[in-house]
């Protein structure tokens, strides 16, 4: 096992933009030289020890775990090593449908195993792999000839197999895929705006921005802001909630939130303040957005606190969740910004210019799309040793699953889980 793993995760949304899965990402700190064969069984040992030592429930939130395995990793057996209930498995776009692999599949489907093929274009070579499939991905980034595409509107029509469009990274993609029958979706388009030419924002928008202001202003007072939170009695109690969970291991039930404030201190408040703030706002269709902000605001503050100490973790957090307000309110990015009491460096970061706040937000969002290597200069760059990231991302989802679980969505029951086709002889 290496020393350090990168272990990320891409969520996986249905028709009503709600979390369905997450796609597992994993790299090791090994180097990318070996040969295919050691590549396997590196990654068959990343993948292993992954979910034994985090876990899968931590990592998906309790949802369906999408995991790649090449064809020696579907020939290993290394599927065998995780539940058939929590994973689907993801063949690679390049695994033919020769004796081996379909003697694997029908193994697979036996033993109670999903089936996804990943980017996927029907040949002669690889069309076998459709009757034991219960999703295909389709790369919408890429056009398909037109018999692929009658054959995807046939799959769509029928819904079996699931269509899964990938890299959908505008609304507007997403639109047009919904319009084509897909079923789920995957991407960052839930983290962008729709296109839009100077909207104004909403009165309430402006009012939540006033509110996050006053969260974020370093000089409020602790009587300032328990008026604050009361005035909103939904955010009072959920915090109150939030606090009085089993996670926060108090030995005693808050009941108001100065005792809160007392007990756990403005800062920590604050700060969840702002991100029950922001569930609270947001609509059904933004809980995985407001999961998405979450995380990534934690993320930063922790990358921030490595790279510059209290100052920076605190300016992080604010980068990290301010980064995905465009979205959140459908508004472009300098309306906001231009409400909020940021410095020049942070108001410039959060606009997309280059400097060492914008470092904290690229790291983050470069770690969420799985690109290790662009990560890993960027850490490097701050000062950050890159075998801290894994670490750092996974204590980012634990603290935002705990934070957001009054808030989001329950994690998938069992209607929501893909059942099998029937399996072959």
Not at 71 to 88: E, F, Q
């Amino acid at each position: 096992m290496p020393d350090y793993v990168f272990v990320g995760r891409q969520p996986i949304l249905d028709r009503q933009r709600q979390t369905f899965a997450y796609e597992l990402l994993f790299r090791s700190s090994l180097r990318a030289d070996h040969a295919a064969a050691a590549d396997d069984a590196a990654t068959a040992d990343v993948i292993a020890n992954s979910v034994l030592t985090i876990g899968l429930d931590k990592l998906t939130d309790g949802r369906w775990a999408f995991i790649n395995v090449t064809r020696g990793l579907l020939l290993a057996g290394t599927p065998w090593m995780l539940p058939p209930d929590k994973v689907v498995i993801e063949l690679l776009e390049d695994i033919e449908a020769d004796a081996e692999v379909v003697a694997a599949c029908h193994e697979l489907r036996r033993a109670g195993y999903a089936i996804a093929l990943d980017d996927f274009v029907p040949t002669e070579r690889n069309a076998q792999l459709l009757e034991f499939a219960d999703f295909v991905k389709v790369d919408l980034l890429h056009a398909h000839d037109h018999a692929s595409a009658r054959r995807f509107a046939d799959m769509a029509r029928l819904g079996r197999p699931a269509l899964l469009a990938e890299k959908v990274e505008t609304v507007e993609t997403f639109d047009r895929a919904m319009l084509d029958g897909y079923k789920y979706f995957q991407g960052f388009f839930f983290g962008r705006p729709k296109t839009q030419h100077g909207r104004a924002m909403r009165a309430n928008q402006l009012a939540y921005i006033r509110l996050m202001k006053a969260f974020n202003d370093p000089e409020v007072s602790l009587n300032k802001l328990e008026e604050l939170i009361k005035h909103d009695t939904s955010l009072c109690f959920r915090i109150l909630q939030t606090v009085n969970s089993a996670g926060f291991g108090l030995r005693t039930s808050v009941h108001s939130i100065r005792d809160a404030l007392v007990l756990l201190g403005c800062e920590k408040v604050k700060r969840w303040a702002s991100v029950l703030a922001l569930a609270g706002l947001g609509g059904r269709d933004q809980t995985q957005l407001i999961v998405h902000s979450t995380v990534r605001a934690r993320f930063c503050e922790l990358l921030g606190g490595r790279s510059g100490g209290s100052d920076l973790a605190s300016e992080g957090f604010l980068l990290g969740m301010c980064s995905t307000l465009d979205a959140l309110f459908d508004c472009p990015m300098d309306a906001i910004v231009a409400q909020l009491p940021v410095g020049a460096d942070t108001r410039a970061a959060l606009l997309g210019q280059s400097n060492g706040r914008r470092d904290l937000i690229d790291c983050a969002i470069a770690y969420e799309r799985g690109e290790w290597d662009r990560c890993s200069q960027l850490a490097e760059r701050m000062k950050i040793s890159p075998a801290t990231l894994p670490t750092d991302y996974v204590e980012a989802l634990g603290w935002a699953r705990e934070l957001t679980k009054h808030s989001a969505s329950a994690p998938a029951s069992e209607t929501d889980k893909p059942a099998p086709v029937a399996a072959k002889a």
